[in-house]
């Protein structure tokens, strides 16, 4: 009986060691929080020191080491190692100090951080939210990983230059929830313009990187793609979209409307996949009802069919194309996406289009999509002529109505392909 009641003791002893998060339930369930909103800060598609997601095969904290390069109109800069590594990472840094980043774009040394980290959406984070988010990125395994944080030229180089900016473009300050908007439509609210940062890509800026805020989430160009508008307009924006629909792309990176690609895929393998279903309704809810809506650009006049490159155009397609896309631009439900009537090839640049025929593109690929069918590269085959006559005629047929695209446009796409083809 002795030994029985020893081995049982010893048993308990053991179990009580190995779970020491389970000793304090209130940190746990803060660092379990915290890993949440970092999946909705899509932290790891900056922060990734390896291309590892987390809820991906093989992740660990290596995910969060750094060192991966952004690229910006002023030139690149490295994404800093966010482990607790007391070394290279953020190993000394308090709760504080990780709230003033977010906050006010601030390092632990005061010194401030360039908008590639976008603090001018984070600010909206709550400091409980900030606290949890810390907790969980403490609670990481360090990883020593020397990220050199200062690569942009000069002028640029000039940390103080921020003080300026901030001036000028920087609103800081907590997400406060609207009266009279519904708990969901404020929960979407907070997700879109703090945590998920989605103006980041999607609002266009001006010449010195600053958001064109009478233009929100109007699209713009972005490291050789164009992010569509996610206004509700229903030409160049998701205004033709459900919020069935808009879930079903943010869960799945897929819907009858389009597939993602490119950094929206990223977004959607490492953050939205992974999000609630209350939350992507909340940020479904919320588009579909912004805040308050952008002027919506006059459409312009599709190119009528005799037009020169739009003939060049359609015999392009009809030899390279519309075996998958089909004459109508229909597509196949769930395999080809649908050209007739899609936002994304009528925003006003013509980055993405180009990118995608002359480069091809592997769509996202999650649980609910994990064989969906890739684009093949036609940049090959293609000149700079062709390739712009025949994504003319895809963004000025079946409906379609965009400017026309122009062969130096093409030319610049390639060459901007074989100097980064990521």
């Keep these: 009986m002795r030994p029985l009641l020893l081995a049982l003791a010893g048993f308990a002893a053991t179990a009580m060691a190995g779970s020491p998060a389970r000793a304090e339930p209130d940190r746990y369930d803060q660092i379990e929080r915290g890993r949440y909103l970092a999946t909705l800060g899509d932290c790891t598609a900056c922060h990734a020191g390896s291309g590892i997601a987390p809820g991906m095969p093989g992740y660990s904290s290596r995910g969060f080491a750094g060192g991966r390069p952004i690229e910006t109109p002023f030139g690149q800069i490295r994404a800093a190692n966010i482990t607790p590594d007391r070394e290279t990472g953020i190993g000394t840094w308090t709760a504080d100090h990780f709230y003033r980043a977010l906050h006010e774009g601030r390092a632990a040394d005061g010194t401030h951080l360039y908008p590639a980290f976008p603090y001018t959406y984070y600010t909206r984070v709550t400091r409980e939210d900030s606290d949890a988010i810390f907790a969980f990125l403490q609670s990481l395994e360090p ?40 708990a969901e439509w404020n929960r979407g609210a907070y997700i879109v313009e703090g945590l998920g940062h989605c103006g980041a890509c999607h609002t266009p ?49 897929h819907n009858a409307h389009s597939a993602a690609s490119g950094p929206m895929a990223e977004v959607v393998e490492y953050s939205t996949k992974l999000m609630t279903e209350a939350d992507l309704r909340a940020i479904a809810t919320y588009l579909k009802q912004p805040r308050e809506e952008p002027a919506v650009a006059s459409a312009p006049a599709p190119l009528p069919a005799g037009n020169v490159q739009m003939q060049a155009g359609a015999a392009i397609y009809m030899d390279g194309c519309q075996a998958c896309h089909g004459a109508d631009g229909k597509g196949v439900a769930g395999l080809f996406p649908r050209l007739a009537g899609s936002p994304t090839l009528q925003q006003s640049g013509p980055e993405t289009l180009l990118r995608v025929v002359m480069q091809g593109s592997k769509p996202a690929t999650t649980d609910a999509v994990p064989t969906a069918a890739s684009m093949p590269a036609f940049g090959w085959r293609l000149t700079d002529d062709q390739a712009a006559a025949v994504t003319t005629y895809i963004r000025n047929s079946w409906g379609n109505a965009a400017p026309a695209v122009t062969a130096s446009q093409a030319q610049s796409m390639r060459s901007r392909l074989a100097q980064n083809p990521n």
Excluded: C, H
């Design 143 to 182: 990883v020593q990983n020397p990220v050199d944080r200062n690569t942009l030229p000069f002028p640029f180089n000039i940390r103080l230059l921020m003080k300026g900016w901030n001036l000028l473009f920087f609103r800081p300050g907590e997400f406060e929830p609207v009266i009279g908007r519904s």
């Design 205 to 253: 800026k001006n010449m010195l990187g600053g958001d064109r805020t009478s233009q929100t989430l109007g699209g713009g160009e972005l490291q050789g793609w164009f992010a569509p508008a996610l206004t509700t307009d229903n030409r160049a924006g998701i205004g033709g979209w459900s919020i069935e629909e808009i879930v079903e792309y943010l869960r799945t990176g």
